[in-house]
């Protein structure tokens, strides 16, 4: 069954570093989200991404955030000086075209900020 | 009003009994819903669509009450791989996510 992988699994990076996640959505899908999990609270939307461009962002993706598909597989979101506030857990997602948009998750990366 | 609210549980039940909960959302024009389970610090998993006439997978029920503007879950004949937390969704080109109902069953 085609699944949604992301990298690395963890990722431990001080303040004010740039940190990126890599997401490989599932190969025929053609939208592609990125989405946060602070512990202990709910999954919160941050972007989704189509036909190479920003489709929807939260207020949360603000300008310290960034996605890119740079190749036909990959799907990167970046930080490009993290916060301690920014230690989530970070889930790619991607769907298929037509109702009802189901989105399938991967993993996630847990991304701690020291 | 929050976009979608849950009751959070925790429901406790036995094996084999049946457990049901609701979730309501607050734009009258969210086109389609959903219920995933997230077990703990793993990725949400979907669990089934929710369609308007009412849809089954198994022992999983889901209603959608359009007019009322909630959705529940029904799960006959619990397991103890049933133990998880239900998130509702709802999807308006993004997905917005209850904060879950915690579902354990002892066995």
């Known amino acids: 069954e085609p699944e949604v992988t992301q990298t690395p699994s963890h990722q431990v990076t001080q303040m004010g570093q740039e940190v990126i996640l890599r997401c490989v959505p599932i190969?025929?899908?053609?939208?592609f989200y990125w989405y946060r999990q602070i512990l202990g609270q709910k999954v919160e939307f941050l972007v989704s991404?189509?036909?190479?461009?920003?489709?929807?962002k939260s207020e949360i993706f603000d300008d310290q955030f960034s996605v890119e598909r740079p190749d036909g597989s990959n799907f990167t979101l970046k930080i490009r000086s993290t916060k301690l506030e920014d230690s989530a857990m970070y889930f790619c997602?991607?769907?298929?075209?037509?109702?009802?948009?189901?989105?399938?998750f991967g993993p996630g990366t847990r991304l701690t900020v020291t | 009003r929050k976009e979608v609210e849950q009751d959070p549980g925790p429901f406790n039940v036995p094996e084999g009994a049946t457990v049901a909960f609701n979730c309501t959302y607050s734009?009258?024009?969210?086109?389609?819903f959903f219920w995933y389970r997230q077990d703990c610090r793993k990725e949400p998993k979907l669990l089934m669509s929710?369609?308007?006439s009412g849809n089954e997978d198994g022992r999983f029920t889901a209603q959608l009450n359009r007019a009322s503007q909630y959705i529940s879950l029904l799960i006959r004949d619990s397991k103890l791989s049933d133990s998880a937390t239900y998130l509702c969704?709802?999807?308006?080109?993004?997905?917005?996510f209850g904060a879950g109902t915690t579902v354990t069953v002892r066995a």
């Open positions: 997602a991607s769907s298929g075209s037509g109702m009802p948009y189901e989105q399938y």
């Open positions: 190969s025929n899908h053609l939208y």
């Open positions: 991404f189509y036909n190479n461009e920003i489709s929807e």
């Open positions: 734009n009258s024009a969210s086109q389609s």
């Open positions: 929710v369609y308007s």
């Open positions: 969704v709802v999807n308006d080109y993004k997905l917005s």
